[in-house]
């Protein structure tokens, strides 16, 4: 009785386990899908930061009429 039991426990800590790392590899994904995104956003962002820097000196420059 007592292996059975163990059996049945064993199987269950398994099926668990499967159902773990199946979660741990869709959270890794998501999380390189994200990363991916905030590169791009950082890119974005630093890009269009030195063009309006630019973009206002030039500005601060220019006689008033």
Same mark, same amino acid.
């Given at each position: 009785? +007592?292996?059975?039991?163990?059996? =049945?426990?064993?199987?269950? /800590?398994? @099926?668990? +386990?499967? $159902?773990? +790392?199946?979660? +741990? @590899?869709? =959270?890794? !994904?998501?999380?390189?899908? /994200? ?5 791009? $956003? ?10 309006? !820097? ?9 006689? /008033?009429?």
């Amino acid at each position: 009785m +007592a292996k059975r039991f163990f059996d =049945y426990k064993e199987k269950q /800590l398994e @099926a668990q +386990a499967g $159902l773990t +790392a199946e979660k +741990a @590899a869709q =959270y890794a !994904a998501h999380t390189e899908r /994200l990363e991916q995104r905030v590169r791009v $956003l950082e890119r974005i962002a630093t890009d269009r930061g030195s063009d309006i !820097a630019g973009e206002i000196d030039r500005l601060r420059d220019q006689p /008033l009429n």
